[in-house]
């Protein structure tokens, strides 16, 4: 894929900076361990600090040291699982700021224009985004909307597309449809006909069982072009990873790495490590002995413990960095091997060693 | 000054490591930034991880992968300020543990056991330090203790020499007497007559003002040899060091750059920047025009001050890098500075910069 801000190999794993920043990480060691594009939140910038400072700053990428290409979500999950007292029509969504509450409106037309000034390298537009369960009737007209919305998104940024410099950023259509095979199906071949540059299957991963996850990404991604990116909002953990991309997916994005970093649990190749469990207070091993990143080639369970202990900032950030290295390498190793013909084998090997938690 | 892990170009400052961690930084950053040698503290790591884990890690420097040279104070002042209950005699000083109230017995000898293991490149013998203000009796009870200990402690390092790898460690000694002017030189000459590595001023810096503080260094360095470092604990914010410098004091550590980078105050050459503060909100100039640190190179006011109003983590590592830089870019200016025999120019010049804070 060609962004304005370089190309990314598929499949690709997405850091996640929320607040304009990777929590914990410096931009250049985010880069170094392997990403190629990182994700941010349209609802969290526009709240703060606000999309006068980000303009001024002459954009996202100035104003957080980010070099490499950014996709930024809609706001439209974060309306509907953050803020307050929201207020759905088919104009756009008012809601309450869930920092301050103060009062906002976002448009399908006015999200564009944020992700605009924010120069995200892939806009995503504005959508509507149900809970799950959800029955079937308000999953279609939340799905319905969503189409007129990805309409009203792709006219508006063409419509300004030769005066503003929105030319060359990309905008991919978002995929509703809750569970329902049926409505998802609509929605995808609805969304097809329009030019988008890429889609995206949202919706997803909002509690259902994995099963029914998989099943829904299988399901569209065979409606959508081949020749066009698919990205999958919000997943996913390691082995959801591997089962999107047997399924056809090439992008993912997941707060899981540092989430989990900050709270002492790091991934590794042999499953998950809670480094304060007492077994690691003299385990001199480093994470995961098949990772190579600045985590594992300098620091040993005992010392991680040891930070973690001790409340120290380091903990966190050192076990952060290796999560994302991992999450990252995973998605590099899977590109490895789609290009040797070789997934399958992959997977399965990969599956055998992460599920086998007795080895760490 | 040469030691087990390498030179360093003195007068130095020495980033503090308390938790075995320079709180926030990877060693990687710190090293970058132009670090000689850093310091860690025998009381913290004693308490936890404890010298098991850190003797069966292969040493400090392999456990927190700092390849540098690595200064280990004594825990002395640890146990006069931050320890319950201690008990001191001429043997040493019981105390409890200010985490689980457990009870320890340091002694002159076990603090040189201790740092031993720790592969410290520079010891400090135990020593007592008193508070401030102090009466006269007193401090000299504490001094003459003092050297009394600096004596078993250079005695037990030597007698072990040839049979434990201490052999190439360095050991200084600390001269004690609180502001009496009398008791320092006292110390100061009975602590010279002790073939020490170098020489710690320790004592000062304990909430005394200026003026006293920079007395009593400038009439104990008179005593030390020139040709050994003169170390000042704990010294201090950087107008203390360039007086201290200006004395003939050649190193200095401090816990004020973390300290004031976690709470969101950032030293610069025109004096400090509070980077909450809502003039910084569209401030996109760099924290400081002439520093050349990775946050200075990468990151403006705005952004900084938008990830403290963030609470994000990044911030406070961001600040804290900056200032461990402003503190080693300051003394290698003195260096220069003392090389082309201009330190008198260079001191009065930052000094009427830093104190220009309006400019900020």
């Not at 503003?164 to 998802?184: D, K, S, W």
């Not at 829904?216 to 990205?231: D, F, G, M, S």
């Not at 003299?282 to 002995?289: G, H, K, P, Q, V």
Request: glycine letters at 8%.
């Amino acid at each position: 894929m060609t962004t304005l801000h370089g190309s990314i190999d598929t499949p690709c794993f997405m850091p996640v900076g929320t607040h304009a920043t990777i929590k914990g990480l410096y931009p250049k060691d985010v880069e170094e361990a392997g990403a190629q594009i990182m994700l941010s939140n349209t609802y969290h910038l526009f709240l703060r600090p606000g999309m006068e400072v980000i303009r001024k700053a002459g954009g996202l990428h100035k104003f957080i040291s980010w070099k490499k290409p950014i996709l930024t979500d809609s706001g439209g999950y974060q309306v509907f699982s953050l803020a307050l007292l929201r207020k759905l029509n088919d104009k756009g969504v008012e809601f309450q700021s869930h920092i301050d509450g103060s009062k906002h409106l976002f448009t399908p037309e006015s999200i564009i224009d944020i992700q605009r000034d924010l120069g995200s390298d892939i806009m995503m537009p504005l959508d509507e985004c149900v809970h799950y369960p959800c029955t079937k009737d308000h999953a279609e007209v939340a799905m319905k909307r969503t189409i007129n919305w990805a309409k009203r998104s792709y006219k508006h940024k063409n419509e300004h597309h030769g005066v503003n410099p929105a030319r060359g950023q990309l905008l991919f259509g978002i995929v509703q449809g809750a569970t329902y095979e049926g409505l998802r199906n609509i929605c995808a071949k609805e969304l097809v006909d329009i030019d988008f540059d890429g889609f995206a299957i949202g919706g997803v991963s909002v509690g259902e069982p994995s099963n029914l996850i998989y099943n829904i990404l299988r399901i569209t991604a065979l409606v959508l072009p081949v020749e066009k990116p698919r990205y999958a909002m919000g997943i996913g953990y390691p082995p959801d990873i591997l089962e999107a991309i047997e399924r056809g997916i090439d992008m993912f994005d997941c707060v899981v790495p540092t989430r989990y970093g900050r709270t002492g649990t790091a991934f590794t190749s042999l499953g998950k490590v809670t480094i304060r469990n007492s077994p690691y207070t003299e385990d001199f091993r480093s994470l995961d002995a098949r990772c190579s990143c600045y985590t594992c080639s300098n620091f040993s369970r005992a010392y991680l413990r040891h930070l973690f202990n001790a409340q120290e900032m380091l903990g966190l950030t050192l076990l952060s960095l290796h999560n994302i290295y991992f999450f990252l390498d995973l998605t590099r190793k899977a590109r490895e091997a789609i290009k040797n013909n070789q997934f399958s084998e992959f997977k399965k090997e990969f599956l055998e060693n992460y599920n086998n938690s007795s080895c760490v």
